[in-house]
Protein backbone atom coordinates (compact mmCIF):
# COMPACT_ATOMS: atom_id res chain seq x y z
CA UNK A 1 0.00 0.00 0.00
CA UNK A 2 1.40 3.41 -0.99
CA UNK A 3 1.51 6.20 1.58
CA UNK A 4 -1.07 7.92 -0.20
CA UNK A 5 -3.26 5.32 0.11
CA UNK A 6 -2.21 4.78 3.89
CA UNK A 7 -2.70 8.50 4.34
CA UNK A 8 -6.39 7.95 2.72
CA UNK A 9 -7.19 4.85 4.56
CA UNK A 10 -5.91 6.20 7.98
CA UNK A 11 -8.32 9.66 6.97
CA UNK A 12 -11.32 8.38 6.14
CA UNK A 13 -11.33 4.85 8.43
CA UNK A 14 -10.09 6.34 11.65
CA UNK A 15 -10.80 9.59 11.43
CA UNK A 16 -13.98 10.45 9.63
CA UNK A 17 -15.99 7.48 9.55
CA UNK A 18 -15.70 7.54 13.48
CA UNK A 19 -17.71 10.87 13.52
CA UNK A 20 -21.37 11.36 13.64
CA UNK A 21 -22.40 12.45 9.98
CA UNK A 22 -24.53 14.57 10.78
CA UNK A 23 -22.77 16.04 13.93
CA UNK A 24 -20.14 16.29 11.91
CA UNK A 25 -21.60 18.51 9.05
CA UNK A 26 -22.75 20.92 12.00
CA UNK A 27 -18.94 20.55 13.42
CA UNK A 28 -17.50 21.86 9.85
CA UNK A 29 -20.73 24.32 9.47
CA UNK A 30 -19.09 25.91 12.82
CA UNK A 31 -15.90 25.87 11.42
CA UNK A 32 -16.43 27.98 8.89
CA UNK A 33 -18.88 30.41 11.00
CA UNK A 34 -15.86 30.63 13.36
CA UNK A 35 -13.38 31.60 10.67
CA UNK A 36 -15.25 33.63 9.36
CA UNK A 37 -14.80 37.89 9.89
CA UNK A 38 -15.28 39.62 12.99
CA UNK A 39 -14.11 43.28 14.33
CA UNK A 40 -10.23 42.49 14.84
CA UNK A 41 -8.40 40.51 12.74
CA UNK A 42 -7.33 37.17 14.80
CA UNK A 43 -3.86 35.56 17.11
CA UNK A 44 -3.84 31.81 16.84
CA UNK A 45 -4.77 31.67 19.69
CA UNK A 46 -7.93 33.39 18.98
CA UNK A 47 -8.58 30.79 16.78
CA UNK A 48 -7.87 28.34 18.59
CA UNK A 49 -10.43 29.45 21.01
CA UNK A 50 -13.12 30.11 18.41
CA UNK A 51 -12.27 26.87 16.27
CA UNK A 52 -12.42 24.71 19.16
CA UNK A 53 -15.49 25.90 21.34
CA UNK A 54 -17.61 26.40 17.90
CA UNK A 55 -16.91 23.28 16.65
CA UNK A 56 -17.46 21.70 19.70
CA UNK A 57 -21.17 23.30 19.93
CA UNK A 58 -21.64 22.60 16.51
CA UNK A 59 -21.00 18.49 16.91
CA UNK A 60 -23.42 18.59 20.21
CA UNK A 61 -26.12 20.32 17.89
CA UNK A 62 -25.70 18.16 15.47
CA UNK A 63 -25.42 14.99 17.89
CA UNK A 64 -28.61 15.82 19.12
CA UNK A 65 -30.43 16.39 15.45
CA UNK A 66 -29.49 13.20 14.44
CA UNK A 67 -30.67 11.46 17.63
CA UNK A 68 -33.71 13.02 17.25
CA UNK A 69 -33.95 12.74 13.66
CA UNK A 70 -33.25 9.07 14.29
CA UNK A 71 -35.97 8.59 17.17
CA UNK A 72 -38.32 9.83 14.67
CA UNK A 73 -37.80 7.81 11.89
CA UNK A 74 -38.67 4.92 14.63
CA UNK A 75 -41.63 6.56 15.38
CA UNK A 76 -43.33 6.98 12.26
CA UNK A 77 -41.53 3.80 10.67
CA UNK A 78 -39.48 5.46 8.21
CA UNK A 79 -36.84 3.15 6.83
CA UNK A 80 -34.29 4.04 4.24
CA UNK A 81 -32.47 1.24 2.31
CA UNK A 82 -29.74 1.50 -0.62
CA UNK A 83 -28.41 -0.49 -3.25
CA UNK A 84 -24.80 -2.36 -1.70
CA UNK A 85 -22.12 0.82 -2.26
CA UNK A 86 -24.17 3.29 -2.87
CA UNK A 87 -24.11 4.54 0.61
CA UNK A 88 -20.25 3.73 0.83
CA UNK A 89 -20.68 6.26 -2.37
CA UNK A 90 -22.50 8.98 -1.23
CA UNK A 91 -20.61 9.15 2.08
CA UNK A 92 -17.23 9.38 0.31
CA UNK A 93 -19.23 12.76 -1.92
CA UNK A 94 -20.40 14.34 1.33
CA UNK A 95 -16.66 13.54 3.18
CA UNK A 96 -14.72 14.86 -0.14
CA UNK A 97 -17.78 17.91 -0.69
CA UNK A 98 -17.30 19.11 3.02
CA UNK A 99 -13.55 19.13 2.54
CA UNK A 100 -13.77 21.06 -0.34
CA UNK A 101 -15.90 23.28 1.00
CA UNK A 102 -13.84 23.65 3.92
CA UNK A 103 -10.59 24.55 1.71
CA UNK A 104 -12.67 27.01 -0.19
CA UNK A 105 -13.49 28.79 2.84
CA UNK A 106 -10.06 29.08 3.96
CA UNK A 107 -9.26 30.79 1.74
CA UNK A 108 -11.81 33.41 1.71
CA UNK A 109 -11.83 33.93 5.46
CA UNK A 110 -8.17 34.53 5.13
CA UNK A 111 -8.72 37.30 3.26
CA UNK A 112 -11.05 38.62 5.06
CA UNK A 113 -8.90 38.37 7.74
CA UNK A 114 -6.15 40.55 5.77
CA UNK A 115 -8.87 43.13 5.10
CA UNK A 116 -9.84 43.62 8.75
CA UNK A 117 -6.56 44.21 9.49
CA UNK A 118 -5.84 47.04 6.94
CA UNK A 119 -9.09 48.47 8.34
CA UNK A 120 -8.14 48.86 12.15
CA UNK A 121 -4.73 49.91 11.57
CA UNK A 122 -2.90 46.26 12.05
CA UNK A 123 -0.56 44.02 10.29
CA UNK A 124 -1.84 41.48 8.35
CA UNK A 125 -0.75 37.93 8.85
CA UNK A 126 -3.96 35.94 8.58
CA UNK A 127 -1.94 32.93 6.74
CA UNK A 128 0.28 32.05 9.66
CA UNK A 129 -2.57 32.77 12.62
CA UNK A 130 -5.50 31.25 11.08
CA UNK A 131 -2.66 27.50 10.40
CA UNK A 132 -1.81 27.63 14.11
CA UNK A 133 -5.18 28.42 14.93
CA UNK A 134 -6.76 25.71 13.10
CA UNK A 135 -4.29 22.59 14.32
CA UNK A 136 -4.59 23.98 18.08
CA UNK A 137 -8.27 24.55 17.30
CA UNK A 138 -8.76 21.08 15.90
CA UNK A 139 -6.96 19.06 18.92
CA UNK A 140 -9.33 21.23 21.60
CA UNK A 141 -12.42 19.90 19.59
CA UNK A 142 -10.99 16.43 19.93
CA UNK A 143 -10.39 17.13 23.87
CA UNK A 144 -13.78 18.13 23.81
CA UNK A 145 -15.53 15.49 21.65
CA UNK A 146 -13.48 12.78 24.02
CA UNK A 147 -14.63 14.79 27.05
CA UNK A 148 -18.14 14.95 25.66
CA UNK A 149 -17.97 10.84 25.26
CA UNK A 150 -16.90 9.93 28.94
CA UNK A 151 -19.88 12.11 30.05
CA UNK A 152 -21.88 10.39 27.54
CA UNK A 153 -20.35 6.83 28.64
CA UNK A 154 -21.19 8.01 32.54
CA UNK A 155 -24.43 9.13 32.21
CA UNK A 156 -25.38 5.87 30.49
CA UNK A 157 -23.64 3.79 33.62
CA UNK A 158 -25.40 6.05 36.03
CA UNK A 159 -28.58 5.80 34.02
CA UNK A 160 -28.16 1.89 34.03
CA UNK A 161 -27.60 1.38 37.52
CA UNK A 162 -30.63 3.35 38.35
CA UNK A 163 -32.40 1.78 36.21
CA UNK A 164 -32.77 -1.56 38.31
CA UNK A 165 -34.25 0.45 41.17
CA UNK A 166 -36.38 3.04 39.59
CA UNK A 167 -39.01 2.74 37.00
CA UNK A 168 -38.12 3.18 33.32
CA UNK A 169 -37.06 6.33 32.41
CA UNK A 170 -37.32 7.54 35.46
CA UNK A 171 -33.75 6.93 36.34
CA UNK A 172 -32.48 8.34 32.23
CA UNK A 173 -33.68 11.59 33.53
CA UNK A 174 -31.91 11.42 37.15
CA UNK A 175 -28.97 10.30 35.86
CA UNK A 176 -28.80 13.35 33.17
CA UNK A 177 -29.95 15.95 36.02
CA UNK A 178 -26.96 14.26 38.08
CA UNK A 179 -24.06 14.52 35.73
CA UNK A 180 -25.60 17.95 34.55
CA UNK A 181 -25.19 19.39 38.49
CA UNK A 182 -22.19 17.83 39.23
CA UNK A 183 -20.30 19.46 35.98
CA UNK A 184 -21.79 22.46 36.53
CA UNK A 185 -20.85 22.68 40.52
CA UNK A 186 -17.11 21.11 39.03
CA UNK A 187 -16.85 24.25 36.68
CA UNK A 188 -17.83 26.70 38.83
CA UNK A 189 -15.82 25.73 42.49
CA UNK A 190 -13.05 24.52 40.34
CA UNK A 191 -12.31 26.22 37.00
CA UNK A 192 -14.16 29.24 37.27
CA UNK A 193 -12.70 29.87 41.25
CA UNK A 194 -9.65 28.72 40.24
CA UNK A 195 -8.83 31.43 37.74
CA UNK A 196 -10.26 34.32 39.74
CA UNK A 197 -8.01 33.01 42.86
CA UNK A 198 -4.95 32.88 40.36
CA UNK A 199 -5.64 35.95 39.04
CA UNK A 200 -6.46 37.81 42.44
CA UNK A 201 -2.73 36.28 43.78
CA UNK A 202 -0.88 37.03 40.92
CA UNK A 203 -2.98 41.06 40.98
CA UNK A 204 -1.47 41.11 43.78
CA UNK A 205 1.79 40.45 43.65
CA UNK A 206 2.04 42.90 40.81
CA UNK A 207 0.26 45.70 42.75
CA UNK A 208 2.96 45.69 44.92
CA UNK A 209 5.78 46.28 42.16
CA UNK A 210 6.76 49.37 40.80
CA UNK A 211 6.34 49.38 37.03
CA UNK A 212 9.63 50.24 35.03
CA UNK A 213 10.20 54.30 34.56
CA UNK A 214 7.93 55.10 37.34
CA UNK A 215 9.25 57.17 40.31
CA UNK A 216 7.60 59.16 42.96
CA UNK A 217 7.08 62.33 42.18
CA UNK A 218 8.82 65.53 43.82
CA UNK A 219 5.95 68.12 42.76
CA UNK A 220 3.43 68.16 45.75
CA UNK A 221 0.72 68.86 43.59
CA UNK A 222 0.82 64.39 42.99
CA UNK A 223 -0.47 62.00 45.49
CA UNK A 224 2.66 59.76 46.95
CA UNK A 225 4.88 62.70 46.76
CA UNK A 226 6.82 63.82 50.25
CA UNK A 227 4.25 66.41 51.10
CA UNK A 228 0.99 63.73 50.25
CA UNK A 229 -1.58 62.20 52.36
CA UNK A 230 -1.12 59.25 50.71
CA UNK A 231 2.25 57.57 50.88
CA UNK A 232 3.86 55.85 47.95
CA UNK A 233 3.96 52.87 48.53
CA UNK A 234 0.16 52.50 49.02
CA UNK A 235 -0.56 53.87 45.74
CA UNK A 236 -0.68 50.49 44.13
CA UNK A 237 1.31 50.22 40.88
CA UNK A 238 -0.93 51.43 38.28
CA UNK A 239 -1.86 54.06 41.01
CA UNK A 240 2.10 55.40 41.22
CA UNK A 241 2.22 55.06 36.96
CA UNK A 242 -0.74 57.81 37.43
CA UNK A 243 1.00 59.82 39.61
CA UNK A 244 4.47 59.88 38.21
CA UNK A 245 3.12 59.84 34.21
CA UNK A 246 1.87 63.04 32.72
CA UNK A 247 2.87 66.23 31.83
CA UNK A 248 4.75 68.74 34.05
CA UNK A 249 4.09 72.53 33.26
CA UNK A 250 7.43 72.59 31.40
CA UNK A 251 5.90 70.10 29.05
CA UNK A 252 2.53 71.68 28.56
CA UNK A 253 4.26 75.25 27.93
CA UNK A 254 6.14 73.29 25.12
CA UNK A 255 3.41 72.53 23.19
CA UNK A 256 1.03 75.29 23.74
CA UNK A 257 3.62 78.28 24.31
CA UNK A 258 1.67 79.51 26.92
CA UNK A 259 2.53 79.52 30.55
CA UNK A 260 1.60 76.60 32.75
CA UNK A 261 0.02 75.56 36.36
CA UNK A 262 1.62 72.02 37.51
CA UNK A 263 -1.15 69.67 36.81
CA UNK A 264 -3.00 68.23 40.33
CA UNK A 265 -3.50 64.69 40.48
CA UNK A 266 -4.90 62.88 43.56
CA UNK A 267 -5.09 59.50 43.59
CA UNK A 268 -5.84 56.70 46.73
CA UNK A 269 -4.76 53.13 46.51
CA UNK A 270 -6.33 50.30 48.64
CA UNK A 271 -5.40 50.13 52.13
CA UNK A 272 -6.18 47.74 54.97
CA UNK A 273 -9.31 48.31 56.90
CA UNK A 274 -10.43 51.20 54.54
CA UNK A 275 -13.18 50.53 52.16
CA UNK A 276 -14.59 52.18 49.12
CA UNK A 277 -16.35 55.18 50.62
CA UNK A 278 -13.06 55.35 53.11
CA UNK A 279 -10.95 55.47 50.03
CA UNK A 280 -12.97 58.29 48.54
CA UNK A 281 -12.61 60.42 51.35
CA UNK A 282 -8.91 60.07 51.48
CA UNK A 283 -9.15 61.09 47.90
CA UNK A 284 -11.18 63.99 48.81
CA UNK A 285 -8.71 64.89 51.64
CA UNK A 286 -5.79 65.12 49.06
CA UNK A 287 -8.25 67.23 46.55
CA UNK A 288 -8.11 69.55 49.63
CA UNK A 289 -4.48 69.66 50.56
CA UNK A 290 -3.36 70.17 46.72
CA UNK A 291 -5.90 73.35 46.50
CA UNK A 292 -7.49 71.33 43.32
CA UNK A 293 -10.67 73.29 44.24
CA UNK A 294 -9.27 76.11 43.32
CA UNK A 295 -8.30 75.35 39.97
CA UNK A 296 -10.50 75.62 36.85
CA UNK A 297 -10.99 72.52 35.97
CA UNK A 298 -11.95 69.42 38.23
CA UNK A 299 -12.70 65.52 37.05
CA UNK A 300 -13.74 62.83 38.44
CA UNK A 301 -12.45 59.93 36.60
CA UNK A 302 -12.88 56.36 37.54
CA UNK A 303 -10.42 53.85 37.00
CA UNK A 304 -10.73 50.34 35.95
CA UNK A 305 -10.23 47.73 38.17
CA UNK A 306 -6.61 47.94 39.40
CA UNK A 307 -6.34 51.80 39.04
CA UNK A 308 -5.46 51.90 35.37
CA UNK A 309 -6.52 54.99 33.86
CA UNK A 310 -6.01 55.74 30.01
CA UNK A 311 -3.09 58.49 30.28
CA UNK A 312 -4.00 60.54 26.80
CA UNK A 313 -7.52 60.93 28.64
CA UNK A 314 -5.64 62.05 31.88
CA UNK A 315 -2.93 64.44 29.44
CA UNK A 316 -5.38 65.85 27.21
CA UNK A 317 -7.23 67.58 30.34
CA UNK A 318 -3.75 68.91 31.45
CA UNK A 319 -2.66 70.43 28.16
CA UNK A 320 -6.41 71.89 27.35
CA UNK A 321 -6.06 73.26 30.39
CA UNK A 322 -3.06 74.50 30.81
CA UNK A 323 -2.29 72.81 33.41
CA UNK A 324 -5.28 74.62 35.35
CA UNK A 325 -6.68 71.39 36.25
CA UNK A 326 -7.15 68.56 39.21
CA UNK A 327 -7.72 64.95 38.31
CA UNK A 328 -9.35 62.88 41.26
CA UNK A 329 -9.43 58.70 40.86
CA UNK A 330 -9.17 55.85 43.11
CA UNK A 331 -8.20 52.27 43.21
CA UNK A 332 -11.17 49.73 43.97
CA UNK A 333 -9.58 46.45 43.00
CA UNK A 334 -6.39 44.28 42.38
CA UNK A 335 -7.41 42.48 39.16
CA UNK A 336 -7.95 43.48 35.57
CA UNK A 337 -11.42 44.58 33.79
CA UNK A 338 -12.11 41.82 33.04
CA UNK A 339 -11.31 39.77 36.22
CA UNK A 340 -12.49 42.16 38.34
CA UNK A 341 -16.26 42.41 36.64
CA UNK A 342 -15.76 38.41 36.99
CA UNK A 343 -15.34 38.33 40.32
CA UNK A 344 -17.26 40.84 41.48
CA UNK A 345 -20.14 43.10 38.66
CA UNK A 346 -20.80 45.57 41.68
CA UNK A 347 -17.37 46.38 42.84
CA UNK A 348 -16.96 49.18 39.77
CA UNK A 349 -20.60 51.10 40.19
CA UNK A 350 -19.84 51.40 43.57
CA UNK A 351 -16.82 52.83 43.67
CA UNK A 352 -17.53 54.96 40.96
CA UNK A 353 -20.94 56.56 43.05
CA UNK A 354 -18.37 56.65 46.41
CA UNK A 355 -15.37 59.31 44.51
CA UNK A 356 -18.18 60.65 42.16
CA UNK A 357 -20.37 61.72 45.21
CA UNK A 358 -17.32 62.16 48.14
CA UNK A 359 -16.08 65.09 45.41
CA UNK A 360 -19.48 66.16 44.48
CA UNK A 361 -20.57 66.62 48.23
CA UNK A 362 -17.13 68.94 49.00
CA UNK A 363 -17.30 70.91 45.90
CA UNK A 364 -21.29 71.82 46.37
CA UNK A 365 -20.13 73.52 49.75
CA UNK A 366 -18.08 75.90 47.93
CA UNK A 367 -19.43 79.00 46.55
CA UNK A 368 -21.13 79.00 43.25
CA UNK A 369 -19.21 81.28 41.74
CA UNK A 370 -16.07 79.76 42.88
CA UNK A 371 -16.21 76.26 41.89
CA UNK A 372 -14.11 74.72 39.58
CA UNK A 373 -15.83 73.21 36.35
CA UNK A 374 -16.76 69.71 37.47
CA UNK A 375 -16.10 67.06 34.88
CA UNK A 376 -16.39 63.14 35.02
CA UNK A 377 -14.73 60.47 32.82
CA UNK A 378 -13.94 57.23 32.75
CA UNK A 379 -12.81 54.55 29.96
CA UNK A 380 -13.97 50.71 29.25
CA UNK A 381 -14.86 49.45 33.14
CA UNK A 382 -14.17 52.83 34.24
CA UNK A 383 -16.43 54.04 32.05
CA UNK A 384 -19.49 51.27 33.65
CA UNK A 385 -18.30 52.27 37.09
CA UNK A 386 -18.33 55.98 36.36
CA UNK A 387 -21.83 56.16 34.86
CA UNK A 388 -23.26 54.38 37.74
CA UNK A 389 -23.06 57.85 40.40
CA UNK A 390 -26.22 59.20 37.94
CA UNK A 391 -29.63 57.41 38.40
CA UNK A 392 -30.07 58.86 35.11
CA UNK A 393 -29.37 61.14 32.38
CA UNK A 394 -30.83 63.85 34.12
CA UNK A 395 -29.04 63.49 37.19
CA UNK A 396 -26.31 63.16 35.16
CA UNK A 397 -27.01 66.81 33.35
CA UNK A 398 -27.26 68.27 36.42
CA UNK A 399 -24.68 67.85 38.39
CA UNK A 400 -21.65 68.05 35.99
CA UNK A 401 -20.90 70.40 33.37
CA UNK A 402 -19.11 67.68 30.79
CA UNK A 403 -18.00 64.17 31.06
CA UNK A 404 -16.60 62.23 28.30
CA UNK A 405 -17.24 58.25 28.65
CA UNK A 406 -14.98 56.33 26.53
CA UNK A 407 -15.23 53.26 25.30
CA UNK A 408 -18.50 52.00 27.79
CA UNK A 409 -18.94 48.39 27.72
CA UNK A 410 -22.85 47.55 26.55
CA UNK A 411 -23.89 46.22 30.02
CA UNK A 412 -23.62 49.65 31.30
CA UNK A 413 -27.80 50.72 32.22
CA UNK A 414 -27.20 54.59 31.59
CA UNK A 415 -25.56 53.41 27.98
CA UNK A 416 -28.12 50.66 27.52
CA UNK A 417 -30.70 53.06 27.93
CA UNK A 418 -29.43 56.32 25.70
CA UNK A 419 -29.31 53.57 23.20
CA UNK A 420 -32.52 52.33 23.34
CA UNK A 421 -33.95 54.82 23.21
CA UNK A 422 -32.30 56.56 20.38
CA UNK A 423 -34.14 58.37 17.49
CA UNK A 424 -35.01 56.16 15.28
CA UNK A 425 -33.18 57.17 12.14
CA UNK A 426 -29.74 56.68 14.06
CA UNK A 427 -27.43 54.05 13.96
CA UNK A 428 -26.87 52.15 17.11
CA UNK A 429 -23.26 52.89 16.92
CA UNK A 430 -23.73 56.75 17.06
CA UNK A 431 -27.03 57.31 18.30
CA UNK A 432 -28.81 60.27 18.25
CA UNK A 433 -30.48 61.54 21.55
CA UNK A 434 -32.46 64.83 22.09
CA UNK A 435 -30.62 65.92 19.14
CA UNK A 436 -27.47 66.03 20.60
CA UNK A 437 -28.80 68.79 23.25
CA UNK A 438 -26.29 67.76 26.08
CA UNK A 439 -25.43 63.98 25.19
CA UNK A 440 -23.66 63.22 21.50
CA UNK A 441 -22.22 59.85 20.73
CA UNK A 442 -19.37 60.17 18.39
CA UNK A 443 -17.39 57.50 16.41
CA UNK A 444 -14.99 60.27 15.13
CA UNK A 445 -14.04 63.77 16.34
CA UNK A 446 -16.17 65.27 12.87
CA UNK A 447 -19.26 63.86 14.54
CA UNK A 448 -19.59 66.28 17.63
CA UNK A 449 -20.97 69.00 15.44
CA UNK A 450 -23.31 66.75 13.07
CA UNK A 451 -24.23 63.41 13.40
CA UNK A 452 -22.89 60.25 12.25
CA UNK A 453 -24.94 60.70 8.65
CA UNK A 454 -24.04 64.72 8.53
CA UNK A 455 -27.12 65.26 9.80
CA UNK A 456 -26.70 68.99 12.41
CA UNK A 457 -27.40 68.74 16.18
CA UNK A 458 -29.31 71.42 18.04
CA UNK A 459 -26.62 74.12 19.96
CA UNK A 460 -25.34 72.43 23.24
CA UNK A 461 -27.60 73.66 25.90
CA UNK A 462 -25.31 73.52 29.29
CA UNK A 463 -23.72 70.63 30.06
CA UNK A 464 -21.74 68.68 27.74
CA UNK A 465 -21.92 64.99 27.66
CA UNK A 466 -19.70 62.53 25.42
CA UNK A 467 -19.67 59.16 24.28
CA UNK A 468 -16.78 58.34 22.22
CA UNK A 469 -16.60 54.82 20.80
CA UNK A 470 -15.67 53.20 17.69
CA UNK A 471 -17.71 50.57 15.83
CA UNK A 472 -14.46 48.49 16.01
CA UNK A 473 -14.53 48.13 19.62
CA UNK A 474 -15.58 44.79 20.97
CA UNK A 475 -15.82 45.31 24.20
CA UNK A 476 -18.05 48.21 23.32
CA UNK A 477 -20.26 45.95 21.84
CA UNK A 478 -19.98 42.43 23.48
CA UNK A 479 -22.59 41.27 25.90
CA UNK A 480 -23.77 37.98 27.24
CA UNK A 481 -27.43 38.48 25.25
CA UNK A 482 -25.32 38.31 21.80
CA UNK A 483 -25.58 34.55 22.65
CA UNK A 484 -28.96 34.29 21.25
CA UNK A 485 -29.89 37.76 19.74
CA UNK A 486 -28.99 39.81 17.24
CA UNK A 487 -27.84 43.00 18.03
CA UNK A 488 -28.54 46.07 15.85
CA UNK A 489 -25.28 46.78 15.30
CA UNK A 490 -25.02 43.79 13.38
CA UNK A 491 -28.04 44.57 11.11
CA UNK A 492 -27.22 47.93 10.08
CA UNK A 493 -23.64 47.55 9.19
CA UNK A 494 -22.65 50.67 9.00
CA UNK A 495 -19.29 50.88 11.10
CA UNK A 496 -16.55 52.22 8.28
CA UNK A 497 -13.57 50.22 10.09
CA UNK A 498 -16.00 46.88 10.36
CA UNK A 499 -15.57 44.31 7.49
CA UNK A 500 -19.27 43.75 5.26
CA UNK A 501 -18.24 40.14 6.09
CA UNK A 502 -19.43 40.10 9.85
CA UNK A 503 -22.84 38.68 10.49
CA UNK A 504 -24.36 37.39 13.59
CA UNK A 505 -24.44 33.60 14.43
CA UNK A 506 -25.90 32.29 17.69
CA UNK A 507 -23.42 31.35 19.69
CA UNK A 508 -20.40 31.91 17.52
CA UNK A 509 -20.63 35.57 17.59
CA UNK A 510 -20.31 36.09 21.17
CA UNK A 511 -16.91 33.71 21.20
CA UNK A 512 -15.87 35.95 18.53
CA UNK A 513 -16.41 39.14 20.13
CA UNK A 514 -15.19 37.88 23.72
CA UNK A 515 -11.48 36.79 21.67
CA UNK A 516 -11.80 40.35 20.12
CA UNK A 517 -12.06 41.87 23.52
CA UNK A 518 -8.58 40.80 24.45
CA UNK A 519 -6.76 41.65 21.41
CA UNK A 520 -8.88 45.20 21.13
CA UNK A 521 -6.25 47.60 22.41
CA UNK A 522 -3.48 45.95 19.16
CA UNK A 523 -5.22 47.48 16.86
CA UNK A 524 -4.37 51.19 15.45
CA UNK A 525 -5.10 54.46 16.87
CA UNK A 526 -8.73 55.24 16.11
CA UNK A 527 -9.72 51.55 16.02
CA UNK A 528 -10.31 48.22 18.28
CA UNK A 529 -10.23 49.81 21.94
CA UNK A 530 -7.16 52.41 21.30
CA UNK A 531 -8.56 55.93 21.90
CA UNK A 532 -5.39 58.13 21.63
CA UNK A 533 -5.60 61.65 19.39
CA UNK A 534 -9.77 61.66 19.03
CA UNK A 535 -9.47 62.37 22.82
CA UNK A 536 -8.35 65.70 22.46
CA UNK A 537 -10.48 67.36 20.37
CA UNK A 538 -13.38 65.44 22.17
CA UNK A 539 -12.21 66.89 25.57
CA UNK A 540 -11.46 70.33 24.23
CA UNK A 541 -15.92 70.44 23.18
CA UNK A 542 -16.76 68.66 26.76
CA UNK A 543 -14.58 71.67 27.97
CA UNK A 544 -15.86 74.22 25.94
CA UNK A 545 -12.45 74.95 24.96
CA UNK A 546 -12.00 76.36 21.29
CA UNK A 547 -9.09 78.34 20.68
CA UNK A 548 -6.72 75.08 21.33
CA UNK A 549 -3.86 73.64 18.99
CA UNK A 550 -4.88 70.25 19.03
CA UNK A 551 -1.85 69.23 16.57
CA UNK A 552 0.22 70.58 18.78
CA UNK A 553 -1.23 69.17 21.73
CA UNK A 554 -1.39 65.74 20.61
CA UNK A 555 2.09 65.83 19.49
CA UNK A 556 3.05 66.89 23.00
CA UNK A 557 1.27 64.01 24.64
CA UNK A 558 3.05 61.29 22.56
CA UNK A 559 6.55 61.18 24.08
CA UNK A 560 4.66 61.25 27.29
CA UNK A 561 3.12 57.76 27.18
CA UNK A 562 4.61 54.85 29.12
CA UNK A 563 3.63 51.11 28.77
CA UNK A 564 1.27 50.12 31.51
Not at 193 to 215: C, I, K, Q, Y
Not at 474 to 485: E, F, G, K, S, T
Request: with cysteine; net charge neutral; glycine share 10%.
Amino acid sequence: MSRIERLRTWWFDKIWNRLHPTALFFALASLWIAISPSLITRDWWMNLANIGLCMGFGYLVGRTVGYLGSRLAQLIGLQVTLKPGVGRILTRVFQIGLTIGTLVWWVISLREQDKIAVLTGMVPNAAVNQSIGLITGLMLFGLLVMLGRAIAALVNRLSGWLGRILPAGIGSIIAVLVVFVVSVVLTNNVLVTGVLDGAFRSATATNETTLPGRSQPLQPERSGSAQSLEPWNTLGAQGQAVVSDGPRAADISRATGRPAKEPIRAFAGIREGRDVYGTADAVVAELRRTGAFERKYLVVMTSAGKGWLEEWNLSAVEFLADGDSAIASMQYSYMLSPFAYMADRTIAPRAGQALFNAVYAAWSQLPADHRPMLLAGGTSLGSYGGQAAFADEQEMIAKVEGAVWVGTPRFTPLWSKLTEHRRPDSPEIAPVWDNGRNIRFVTQPAELRRDFYGGPYDPWDGTRVIYLQYASDPIVWWNWDVLYREHDWLKERVGRDVSDGVRWVPWATFWQLACDMAVAQSAGDGHGHEYKDDLVPVWAEAMRITDANIPAIQQGIRPLIKAR
